[in-house]
């Protein structure tokens, strides 16, 4: 099965663009050391807190995806200050998982320069890409290993596609069974979802089992086709579920396009989610993302519909990760 990118799934073209696009106000803050309780003047205005569905964890709009420079192998001179610099800014939720190459070193590498108290002040959520007990058990020890910690917050079964690998999740010596080992011996507090490709697979899969958070596609050419708004996220609310949001700037295309802004994006998908996770590829795009924060939420709903409007003759271009 092929492993594609998810949080800030090949949203590394438009990285590039956030810092010169209008609307997303840096933070404004001078690099340096991380600081176990960042200060208000260091996070800028203050963010009020969300609750991530059932896991009850405080979260804020706008969290660290797992890729950009986060994505790459052999890069810890860059990779590593991107998360000490979200860390010092007060990050809440960090997302990551086996399938972002050195994605997990890093963050290990950043919360032992960042101090002892450095993994517990955040919600630390990665991912498992197989779909057997046994395999996922191996990628949660190592996953474990290379991030420096004794447990995840959330362990998400990651990229759900069809229908079959549902059926080999939760099977006989399926996923879900190293779900509930994990769970029992403390090595993982809370369970997630996560797809982009069919918004059914991940509805049945709320269905078949109740998992704490799902993770899944929200940008304005939503609406247009297999939307995830109307299904994926209505059954999450009515179950309970914590909606974390992905994909929002459509692999950098809205903005190439000039069809919204970075702020427009972050502020349509927050509104929809209780959090959403944008990959960074320098410590300038940490201040800006998280500089978001402070924000107006949520978009009002005719803002809502006048952007979904806007984009709609070229939604095709912008939902290609969809089946």
Partial sequence: MSEPGEGAG??????????????????????GAPAAAPSQGARGAAAPGRTLGR????????SLGGE???????????AVPVILEALRLGVRYCDTAPAYQQSQDYYGEAFRAAGPKAREQVFLASKTHARDRDGALRLLDDSLRRLG??????????????????????????AIEAVEQARADGRVRHVGITG???????????????VDT?????????????????TVVEEARRRGVGV?????????????????TPAELIRYAASHADTVIIGCSSIAEVRENLGARSLPFPMPPAERAALEARVAPRAGRYDSFKA
């Fill in 10 to 31: 090949g949203e590394a073209g438009r990285r590039g663009l956030l810092g010169a696009a209008a609307g997303v106000g840096a933070v404004g803050v001078i690099g």
């Fill in 55 to 62: 896991t009850g964890a405080l979260v804020e709009p706008v």
């Fill in 68 to 78: 950009g420079i986060l994505r790459t192998t052999g890069r810890h001179r860059e």
């Fill in 149 to 174: 910690t004794d447990h995840l917050d959330l362990w998400q079964l990651h990229d759900l596609r069809e229908r079959d690998e549902l059926d080999a999740v939760f099977g006989k010596g399926g």
């Fill in 196 to 210: 982009h490709h069919d918004p059914e697979i991940l509805v049945e899969a709320m269905r078949r089992y109740p």
């Fill in 214 to 230: 799902v993770l899944c596609a929200i940008n304005p050419a939503d609406p247009a086709r297999l939307p995830f708004l109307t």
């Fill in 244 to 260: 974390i949001g992905m994909k929002i700037m459509a692999a950098g295309r809205l903005l190439q396009d000039r069809a919204a």
